[in-house]
């Protein structure tokens, strides 16, 4: 499936008549998805992060930056400067395909899903979720994880406020709890 081919096909006009947009310019799109990943509470941290920094760039294809802490916090052992995470922010191609890859493949794959939150907006064209567990990615072998992380997911897009964004992300397949089907319950007339 290429998204960028389906949006500019299909999201675009349909967006244009639901908004009551006349430019096409004005259209919300994606501008980038923002991966961030916080390993400060693990004991091993160096450790952590390496693990996180390599599953990170087989799930998205783009190495991540490594964060740093900016104050020292005594109670977490934790100084100025020290490791804390790794983030990842891709655009474009990259953008597109991790994009398919989360809606198709990755959240049907997470027990018991029933959409995600759809109140997670910024107000000004961003969505952001969490991940508990990033082995729900088919490029992650099971065999090869030493400990499970998780990660924030944030979608920036231009749409000016949450209803253009939701509309968006809805329009591209993102499953939000509240437009997910509820399952019909079985009728016990037999």
Same mark, same amino acid.
């Given at each position: ?13 349909? =967006? ?51 964060? =740093? ?14 490791? =804390? ?56 072998? =099971? ?48």
């Amino acid at each position: 499936m290429d998204l960028k081919k389906y949006y500019q096909e299909k999201v675009v006009p349909e =967006l244009k008549n639901k908004l009551g947009i006349k430019n096409i310019h004005d259209v919300p799109k994606i501008e980038k998805v923002v991966i961030n990943c916080c390993l400060g509470s693990f004991s091993d941290r160096k450790a952590a992060i390496e693990d996180a920094e390599r599953e990170i760039t087989a799930i998205t294809g783009q190495k991540p930056i490594r964060v =740093l802490a900016k104050k020292s916090v005594a109670n977490f052992k934790l100084r100025a400067g020290m490791d =804390l995470g790794c983030k990842v922010t891709l655009r474009g191609r990259n953008m597109y395909e991790f994009l398919v890859r989360l809606i198709v493949a990755a959240l049907p794959r997470i027990r018991d899903f029933r959409g995600i939150s759809g109140k997670a907006f910024d107000g000004r064209g961003a969505y952001t979720f969490g991940i508990k567990d990033h082995t729900i990615f088919p490029e992650i072998e =099971l065999d090869k994880v030493k400990r499970t992380i998780g990660f924030d997911v944030t979608i920036v897009t231009s749409g000016k406020n949450k209803e253009q964004t939701k509309e968006l992300l809805a329009l591209i397949g993102m499953p939000f709890a509240d437009r997910v089907p509820k399952p019909q319950a079985a009728s016990a007339s037999a």
